[in-house]
């Protein structure tokens, strides 16, 4: 017999797509689990009623719409409605008998389908901004740049295209042991070994994580000891980053929450770069040391 869902016993994760219907304990109240799970839904691009009918089926092996209605609080006018769509969309099953019964399908089958359309709508999305012609303005682009980005994900993905962008040297210092990432091992590893990587830690056991996880790259113990204190917000300093010796990553992170914010700067000539490169050198050997290049 296969097993439904339930929804007191768990809430489904999502984790392709970064969004959670997430895995919660038996001790979390039913209605908390409930709303979760139809908010999850509606941004995976259900409607409210569409959201709160699957919810309601996964809280019974099958169920009719007065049914269906009656735990649910959506009109059993509208309940006929939202099954059409939740059938169209594979995540609901019909049995045409008087009255008809309704079901959700398994939860393999439902985890499935949501990423294989969540996937779809950002490959769709992609190839539509791609599409578009750019717009540039008539006045020249501006030699320095700095921008800001604030999120973990956002400042490890700009963190990740950095460094697959560069040619020549990779200086990067990391302020808090909590950004040595799985993710980020493995981009440090795919780095060409032709390319100088060169990378400080805040403390000598975070350098031996570095080490052992990245072998290819040149360690140091940064010289810059206040990158390990926290202000008087509480933030400390997560990672710099220096791309061939013209483009600076800087960020801060909230230990306790692990909210990133983080600047990041190119062009030669920008005052930003060439600070942080003097600020980066410290704790390297002089024969290492990222210099400015020459003009």
Same mark, same amino acid.
């Given at each position: ?63 009719? /719409?007065?049914? !269906?209605? *009656?735990?649910?609080?959506?009109? $059993?006018?509208?309940?006929? #409605?939202?099954?059409?769509? %939740? =059938? ?15 079901? /959700?399908?398994? !939860?393999? *089958?439902?985890?499935?389908?949501? $990423?294989?359309?969540?996937? #779809?709508?950002?490959?769709? %999305? =992609? ?144 005052g930003l770069v060439v600070m942080s490169r003097r600020l980066m ?15």
């Amino acid at each position: 017999m296969v097993t439904h869902m339930r929804l007191h016993e768990n809430i489904w994760s999502t984790q392709a797509t970064g969004l959670w219907l997430g895995y919660m304990s038996t001790d979390t109240p039913p209605d908390d689990l409930r709303d979760e799970a139809i908010s999850v839904l509606q941004q995976l691009g259900l409607k409210e009623y569409e959201a709160k009918c699957f919810v309601g089926l996964s809280r019974l092996t099958a169920g009719t /719409a007065k049914q !269906l209605s *009656e735990i649910t609080d959506v009109p $059993r006018t509208r309940i006929y #409605d939202a099954i059409r769509v %939740l =059938e169209a969309q594979g995540l609901v099953e019909i049995q045409h008998t008087s009255p008809k019964q309704f079901r /959700a399908v398994p !939860l393999e *089958e439902a985890i499935e389908t949501l $990423r294989d359309q969540y996937q #779809d709508r950002v490959d769709r %999305l =992609e190839g539509l901004l791609n599409g578009m012609e750019d717009v540039e303005p008539d006045d020249e682009t501006p030699v320095q740049e700095v921008w800001s980005m604030t999120g973990p994900a956002a400042v490890e993905n700009r963190t990740e295209k950095l460094l697959n962008d560069a040619e020549d040297e990779v200086v990067f210092v990391i302020g808090h042991p909590s950004l040595l990432t799985d993710d980020l091992v493995d981009t440090l590893n795919r780095i060409s070994s032709r390319i100088d990587l060169l990378i400080g830690a805040v403390t000598e056991s975070l350098q031996d994580r570095v080490h052992e996880a990245v072998p290819g790259a040149r360690t140091f113990v940064s010289g810059l000891e206040w990158l390990n204190e926290a202000d008087d917000t509480g933030l400390v300093m997560g990672r710099l980053l220096l791309i061939d010796r013209s483009t600076i990553l800087v960020s801060t992170i909230e230990p306790d929450t692990g909210d990133e914010h983080a600047v990041f700067g190119g062009g030669f000539k920008n005052g930003l770069v060439v600070m942080s490169r003097r600020l980066m050198a410290q704790g390297l050997v002089p024969t290492r040391d990222p210099s400015p290049a020459v003009d």
